[in-house]
């Protein structure tokens, strides 16, 4: 009975060994949540990768993408520069962009000097005599159908000797660009009127002046067709705008210098003027006159 009893006791032992080593329910379940959460992860992965993410470990995030500092740094800059003035960027109604054609301010041309005869003082620009004969004709390249009209120039010789007239007539080919014809009675003032032709400089000019500028109507205005011309302007004359009921109207130029409404818009009504440099002058009240210079109450500042 007691080797039975211990051979008894000694498989019940053994039982309990063995059983002991066998895996139990709660590891198999842990490691089915082990692999629940892998799987998770490699689904959230694509995710976090759609809304911009790039870290390959939760713990330690890799810095943006190249592309987007790049796309961040314009916005930073945007945010620390200020907007700019209204001189660098002026507002189209208010303060329109120059418009100087071939002329530019600021800027010496070379050619020569040639003399002519002006007689009166009138010339393809049509201001009229005058008895003011520090006057030139410009070449037709710079005379740019008509923009040069009533321009004030600094002419200066290599010799130091300078004068200043004003753009009245056109000297047409083969008046070469950069030429200026002089009137014989300014030439004179630079040389001596039996050389002829002398090399020179020249620029525009903004002169002071206590005058103001006129406005007149060419014979035959009317209510169906009007033409209008600025004079005694001191600086060029870039654009003419007419009042119709449509708003303002800009009118062409012609080579005669003459601003032409050719079905009467805007004739008898509110006129703007803007210069090279982008300053607006407005006229009400300017008479349907032909052939009558109008003298009103604004002129261009100096430069």
Not at 13 to 34: E, H, I, N, R, S
Not at 86 to 114: F, L, M
Not at 213 to 235: E, F, M, P
Request: proline fraction near 9%; charged fraction near 15%; glycine fraction near 10%.
């Amino acid at each position: 009975m007691l080797g039975t009893a211990v051979i008894l006791t000694a498989a019940g032992v053994l039982f309990c060994l063995v059983t002991a080593m066998l895996p139990g329910p709660k590891a198999g379940a842990d490691a089915g949540a082990g692999a629940g959460a892998d799987a998770a992860a490699d689904v959230a992965a694509p995710a976090a990768t759609q809304t911009g993410a790039t870290s390959s470990a939760p713990t330690s995030p890799a810095p943006p993408a190249a592309g987007s500092q790049a796309a961040a740094t314009p916005s930073a800059a945007a945010a620390a520069t200020p907007p700019p003035s209204a001189k660098e960027t002026p507002p189209v109604a208010s303060a329109p962009a120059p418009s100087a054609g071939r002329i530019q301010p600021d800027i010496t041309y070379r050619g020569v000097a040639t003399a002519y005869a002006a007689a009166d003082g009138n010339g393809a620009c049509l201001f009229g005599p005058t008895d003011d004969l520090m006057i030139a004709a410009m070449n037709t390249t710079d005379y740019e159908s008509s923009r040069a009209c009533g321009a004030y120039v600094r002419v200066r010789t290599a010799s130091g000797a300078s004068i200043t007239v004003r753009i009245t007539n056109e000297c047409p080919l083969p008046c070469a660009p950069g030429q200026l014809d002089i009137s014989e009675q300014a030439f004179a003032k630079l040389a001596d009127p039996k050389v002829g032709r002398i090399p020179i400089t020249w620029s525009l000019l903004s002169p002071h002046t206590s005058d103001t500028l006129s406005l007149r109507y060419k014979t035959g205005s009317s209510a169906h067709w009007c033409g209008i011309q600025v004079i005694d302007h001191r600086n060029p004359v870039a654009r003419l705008e007419v009042r119709t009921s449509k708003g303002w109207r800009k009118l062409p130029r012609t080579d005669y210098n003459y601003f032409l409404s050719a079905d009467g818009g805007g004739c008898g009504g509110a006129i703007r003027i803007t210069d090279i440099y982008g300053e607006q002058l407005t006229v009400d009240g300017t008479a349907l006159l032909p052939n009558v210079a109008q003298r009103t109450r604004v002129q261009f500042a100096a430069h």
